[in-house]
Structures are given as structure tokens and as C-alpha cells.
């Protein structure tokens, strides 16, 4: 290969690297600042193609999506001056590239660091503002969202990022503090579980009382009913009787001295000492019944 052709070989190549690093791509999700000799020129990029000059200009991309940052469990006191432990975390984004490069160099670990302690401090003053009940009720979401409104401003001055939302993923008390407040919760609860008992006692002694006297009262009434029954069966049965024995008083007699006799004669040994001419024997003698 001749010395021309060499040299334009090299020439190619070497236009070839320059128009490619002159080329540079930037992303819908993407945010980007153009630096000249170190300084910004330019820190709003549209995203597609564009064209810099290599040596003199370069390109800082930053992710432009929504970032979180989960914060390590932090001690915040009350109002009530009650130690609570807070797990949190942030989510934000870039929306000012120069002002997030020019304060963190672009490095979101040192973003991190500075945003840390700002919301950190916006927490503590948040809880010393309010009660427990107040940081564990339905009043923690407001909380959250007039720390995020109030941080955002001054993240968006001073860092370039805009503070999406701060949210708290726990609250819990301190070890020391959890085992006397679960030992009180058991205590109240074994407290309460006796008095239900006693009350379901007292329930149960009445349903039985009320029982018992109702058993009484069902049976004392069904007894009278039985005896003003039998009564009554015994009356009609009576009536039958006499009404039947009245059609023939005579037979009625024989027939009741057959079974007086049958009565009488039906143990061997027996001994009945009478006059012959009493009443008993009166069929005996005569089948009519008549004295002789």
C-alpha cells in the first residue's frame, strides 16, 4: 500500500471517529446539560439527534424518571415527647439539569446526600408538631403531603429536583418501649375478655333462671290441665256408670255380688265368719235375691 493510500486510510478513520463523537443521542427519559470547555451552554435538550464538537463540547445525561431513595429508619419524638422509629422513603425527580449539575456534579449518591437531610429535618419537625395518635391516623397523609409541598420548593432551588412524595412505610416504637406497650395491650385485653365473661355468666344464670321458672310454669299448667281432665273423665265415667246401672239396679246388685263372691272364694283358707241369712249371701239362697 502506497504512502497516499495510507494517509488517506488514517484521514477516513479519523473522520469517521470525529463525526461519530460528534453525534449524540438523548432519550425521552433522558434529561441532559452541553458543556463547553466545562461549562454549561446549554441545559435544555430536546430529546433526538443532535451534533457537538468533540474536544470542545460534552454531553452530561442525567435518568430523567422518577428516582427512589429509600431512607434508613430514623428516632423522631413527639409533641408528647414519645420516641417513635420512622422508615421512610422519596421519590423525585430532575426538572432543573444546570441546577441539579452545577450542585451535585450530576452524581445522585451526593443528590442523595443533600436531599437526605432536608427531608430528614422536615420529618422531625413534623412529628414534634403532632400527637401519636395524629402520626398513626388517617392525619399522616396530609402530614406527608405538607412536607413534600413545603421541601419541593427549596429542593427545586437549591438542587434542581422536585420532591414527588415522601412517604412513611412504618412507624414503630422502640423495643424497650413496644414490649411495655404490648404488655399493657395484653393486661387491658385479658381485662376486658374477664369482664365479657362475667357478663356471658350473668346472661347465661338469667336464660337459666328464666328457663327453669318457664319449666315450672309448663309443667304446673300442664298438670292442672291433666287433673281437670281426669276429673272431668272421671265425672262422665261416673255418670256412665250410673246412668247404665240405673236401667237395672237389680242386676247391678247381682252383678256386684258375683264379684264380692269371687273375691271372697278365691284364696284356699280363707275364713269369713257370717250370719246365713246376712246380706252377702242373699244370692245364695234364692237366685232372685229375695229373703226366704
Not at 17 to 33: F, M, P, Q, W
Not at 89 to 105: C, E, G, M
Not at 193 to 217: P, T, Y
Not at 246 to 275: H, T
Amino acid at each position: 500500500m502506497s504512502g497516499k493510500s495510507m494517509a488517506g486510510l488514517i484521514i477516513a478513520v479519523l473522520l469517521l471517529v470525529v463525526g461519530t463523537n460528534s453525534l449524540y443521542i438523548i432519550k425521552e427519559t433522558d434529561r441532559a446539560v452541553l458543556l463547553k470547555f466545562g461549562e454549561i451552554v446549554n441545559s435544555d435538550i430536546e430529546p433526538g439527534l443532535h451534533v457537538m464538537f468533540p474536544l470542545i463540547n460534552k454531553v452530561r445525561k442525567f435518568d430523567g424518571r422518577v428516582i427512589t431513595l429509600d431512607a434508613q429508619p430514623q428516632a423522631y419524638l413527639t409533641i408528647e415527647k414519645k420516641r417513635l422509629i420512622v422508615d421512610s422513603f422519596i421519590k423525585w425527580r430532575i426538572v432543573d439539569p444546570q441546577t441539579y449539575y452545577t450542585a451535585t456534579s450530576g452524581d445522585q449518591y451526593r443528590a442523595a446526600e443533600r436531599l437526605f437531610p432536608s427531608v430528614d429535618a422536615g420529618l422531625r419537625n413534623q412529628f414534634g408538631e403532632r400527637t401519636l395518635t395524629e402520626v398513626v391516623s388517617g392525619e399522616r397523609d396530609q402530614l406527608m403531603v405538607e412536607l413534600t409541598e413545603s421541601l419541593s420548593e427549596i429542593t427545586k432551588r437549591e438542587l434542581g429536583i422536585e420532591l414527588v412524595d415522601i412517604r412513611v412505610k412504618k412507624i414503630d416504637l422502640p423495643q424497650e418501649v413496644s414490649n411495655s406497650v404490648y404488655e399493657r395491650m395484653r393486661t387491658e385485653r385479658e381485662r376486658e375478655a374477664r369482664e365479657l365473661r362475667s357478663r356471658g355468666q350473668e346472661l347465661a344464670e338469667g336464660i337459666r333462671a328464666d328457663a327453669d321458672r318457664q319449666k315450672a310454669v309448663i309443667e304446673a299448667n300442664a298438670y292442672r290441665e291433666a287433673q281437670e281432665l281426669r276429673g272431668e273423665g272421671d265425672a262422665l265415667a261416673a255418670k256412665i256408670y250410673a246412668d247404665a246401672y240405673n236401667q237395672d239396679s237389680e242386676f247391678y246388685s247381682f252383678y256386684r255380688s258375683l264379684n264380692a263372691y269371687k273375691e271372697a272364694f278365691n284364696q284356699q283358707g280363707d275364713i269369713m265368719v257370717l250370719k246365713p241369712d246376712s246380706q252377702f249371701f242373699r244370692y245364695l239362697g234364692r237366685p232372685d235375691g229375695q229373703p226366704e
